[in-house]
């Protein structure tokens, strides 16, 4: 079995976290026997943008047109965007990026079984438009924002279902995700529910903390929908803790002036990006791990925080509430600093079996996604090869 990816939703040398779950659930599927992929993670290119320092578009300039990642080709081909304008059909520009890949790579179309979609818009969209060119399978992927946010467009939800009604599955992380594509009318039986996992190599309680380290942790990408800001300023309501907050992007000089402004810069570390191996020491030290955001699928940071024992402060959005609970964590009633405020003053008074949030957490299993996933994409092909 030879997948193809197509997804923007991918790690890079210049953003080793971008996506990192997607790759993760590959590299376990690399793992079983009979399975092979190749991954095109298309990059946006704006005229003028692309060359202004600073900008995010140059950095993805400098992102190589390709990679070999742990024995996997990546392609990185460009598609045009004009970013606030709506002139270009991104989704279509980047089924061109990929089709110019999967032309001087592959052969010819035998080369490769299935299409696999990872983020339905736009990214799903074009695997769909790609999957049919080519006369071949499609699985979807929907993984939080893109049912969130893409899905109450008017403008983009009929490309979504479009491309649903072609693929013959869509993985969604969540049951919350499920439902809601349910609620737009997808069909039940297109909708299968494959949670993300944990790496228990790295993410386990043996990395107890051996003195008491008085921080809480913020992870995410800097950007609003996380609400690192929301952290920062809960944590101006406890003056005996500090904060750690790891992530890259495009907030950090607003989050940083933040902090001065609340006059917490000494108590607050910005610590970028750190490697995946490292962040389980971060999870097992911190008292709670804080999570803020305005929508989710299923995030992987509470998933790691509960695998390594600590319990997790969080909105109630997405499939958060599938994983949170009373015994391991706290969810916030509104996504509002007074909210965190109560959650914190509350957790502080309460004792947590870090022992037992680790053990709750031990059928989350990369590898057991990976064969479900392998076990799905097999369906799949055999019910493609019966129709064609």
Known sequence: MHVLTITSLYPNCLQPRHGIFVKIRFDHMEQLPDFSHKVIAPVAWAPVLSWLPGSRFRLYADIP????????????????????????????????????????????AEEFDLIDGQYLYPD???????????????????????????????????????????ASAVICVSQALKRALMGHGVAEAK?????????????????????????????????PLKGHDIALRGLASLPDKELIIIGQGPEEKNLKQLARELQISDRVTFLGHVPQKDLAR?????????????????????????????????????????????????????????????ALASFYGKSWDHDAISNAMKHLDWMAVARDQFELYSRVLAEHARLV
């Open 65 to 108: 047109h390709r990679e070999v990642q742990n024995g996997i080709e990546v392609f990185h081909p460009r598609y045009l965007t004009l970013p606030g304008t709506g002139v270009i059909n991104v989704a279509r520009a980047m089924e061109k990026a990929a089709t110019r890949v999967i032309t001087g790579v592959y052969n010819h």
């Open 124 to 166: 799903g969209v074009a695997a769909a438009h790609v999957a049919r060119k080519y006369n071949k399978p499609l699985v979807l992927t929907a993984r939080g924002s893109d049912v969130n946010y893409w899905m109450d467009r008017e403008e983009t939800r009929p490309k979504i279902l479009e491309a649903i009604d072609y």
């Open 282 to 342: 971060y999870y097992a030290y911190a008292d709670a791990v804080l999570l803020m955001s305005s929508m989710e699928g299923m995030p992987n940071v509470i998933l790691e925080s509960l695998s390594c024992g600590t319990p997790v402060i969080a909105t109630s959005v997405g499939g958060i509430p599938e994983i949170v609970n009373d015994s391991n964590g706290i969810l916030l009633k509104d996504r509002a600093t007074a909210a965190l405020s109560e």
């Open 191 to 223: 909708l299968i529910v494959l949670p993300n996992g944990v790496d228990k190599n790295v993410f386990h309680r043996e990395h107890k903390p051996t003195t008491h380290h008085d921080y809480l942790l913020s992870v995410g990408n800097l950007v």
